[in-house]
């Protein structure tokens, strides 16, 4: 069985910026993963977003189907995919929904939306979620960019200005009949900046702190009231040449139906993610070559979805 883990938490609201920056810092280094209290997105939009969510999901096959994810926004069925290549699973057993940028015009007409005589207040609720959650983002970053000794709007200009930004809708049943064996989300790390986690509640998620180690020793994610589920992507562990963890998480079947909703927030497809010079030296070099971040997105949402269109969410 595995533990009970009390992540880091973390006030966006608080004044004192540095500290909170430390804060992040440490909860960075020592588990990839913290909460985030006070991010200003209020109770009763994510009580709406979620109750949007779960009146879409519970639409027919058929009809969630006519919205089949293309140019990764839309709707993928229950195992659809499987985010550990390595595993020989069926496909992970999770439903989910895909919403991409709404700040970039080039991109935005690529999102699929209900129909709105069936959901008619659908749209409108995800398009303001996304707004506040993208405004929670942002603040967030200029934090982050503390904690590396870097200028408080660094991300602000060189990640922020067109960034790549979806939310996902996901849903997990609670019966799962003959393939109770399988994750709802198999083991992975995130591949971009960083994510914002919102849960109704319900257990299933977890870390392991230590990915290259096996055995692999998971410990579960408590839920806290009100709070975000943050952690930080491959991009920024790329950036901070791994002294920030990209930690492998999953969520595992309880018995019990689960919705969450994860909101990404990446840099734009140009942007070239290269070592930060705090974060090397003669002694610690740079781990991995400069890269853009859409070439490396692409190559692991390939991996993961097969060969689609290039990620179009940004400044391409």
Known sequence: MATKLRLPMVDLSSPDRLSTANSIRQACVDYGFFYLVNHGVDDQLLSSAFQQSAKFFTLPLNYKLSLSRKEYRGYTPLYSENLDPSSQSKGDAKESYYIGNLEDSSSVNLNQWPSQELLPDWRPTMESLIWKLLEAGKKLMSLIALSLNLDDDFFEKTALNKPAAFLRLLH??????????????????????????????????????????QPRVWEDVSHVEGAFIVNIGDLMERWTNCIYRSTLHRVIPTGKERYSMAFFLDPPSDCVV????????????????PIRSGDYLNERFRLTYGSEKELKCSSN
């Open 172 to 213: 997990y049943p609670g019966e799962l009949g003959s393939y109770e064996e399988l994750c709802g989300a198999s083991a992975h790390s995130d591949y971009g900046m960083i994510t914002l986690l919102v849960t109704d509640g319900v257990p299933g998620l977890q870390i392991c702190k230590e990915k290259f180690k």
């Open 274 to 289: 290269e070592c930060f010079e705090s974060c090397c030296s003669e002694s610690s070099p740079p781990r991995f070559p």
